[in-house]
Antibody, heavy 119, light 107 residues
């Protein structure tokens, strides 16, 4: 079954870091790019960046540059996003999504991981 | 970066046609995609490359383009179509933008 399974909800304090995982199954992990998209409560979708599972190349949205790192572990077909220096407005559901290149759209999504930042 | 603008809400009676627009200066250069998102769920692709319908998406969903505006049309709206809809585009380097989102309410 082709799917992306994300890690569970997290609660973090302001200033901390969070690392969310996304495990792929049912397809060749290294043939695709994985992107991360977040959605704050009641808000729209916000693209954070992507990582190529083939060669590790990344492209981060300007808003997150310097604060985000995306990585992959090809041995376990897992992608990760780490966000540092968390603030309350980082509270959101974080989604991983598989990217269809060269058209750059998302054809498969994880179910999302809620990250709550609160003191 | 650029923006994609959508109307915040569209209301439609069952069986009628809903049209959701998405406007942006960079749209003429890139394909647009549409996603449906129901409460508590991940988005689902309903239109790709402006007007193609992925496998499993009902025929009542269609997409079109005119200049700097793309449109998602839902013909014969059903209660199950009540959701948020987002357009999306990306430049050739894979820098993405999402539209502001439209809530479709079925009266």
């Amino acid at each position: 079954q082709v799917q992306l399974v994300q890690s569970g909800a997290e609660v973090k304090k302001p200033g901390a870091s969070v690392k969310v995982s996304c495990k792929a199954s049912g397809y060749t992990f290294t043939s695709y790019v994985i992107s991360w998209v977040r959605q704050a409560p009641g808000q729209g979708l916000e693209w954070m960046g992507w990582i190529s599972a083939y060669n590790g190349n990344t492209n981060y949205a300007q808003k997150f540059q310097g604060r985000v790192t995306m990585t992959t572990d090809t041995s376990t077909s897992t992608a990760y996003v780490e966000l540092r220096s968390l603030r309350s407005d980082d509270t959101a559901v974080y989604y991983c999504a598989r990217v269809v290149t060269p058209y750059w759209y998302f054809d498969l999504w994880g179910r999302g991981t809620l990250v709550t930042v609160s003191s | 970066s650029y923006e994609l603008t959508q109307p915040p809400s569209v209301s439609v009676s069952p069986g009628q046609t809903a049209r959701i627009t998405c406007s942006g200066d960079a749209l003429p250069k890139q394909y647009a995609y549409w996603y449906q998102q129901k409460p508590g769920q991940a988005p689902v692709l309903v239109i790709n490359k402006d007007s193609e319908r992925p496998s499993g998406i009902p025929e009542r969903f269609s997409g079109s383009r005119s200049g700097t505006t793309v449109t998602l049309t839902i013909s014969g709206v059903q209660a199950e179509d009540e959701a948020d809809y987002y357009c999306q585009s990306a430049d050739s380097s894979g820098t993405y933008v999402f539209g502001t989102g439209t809530k479709v309410t079925v009266l």
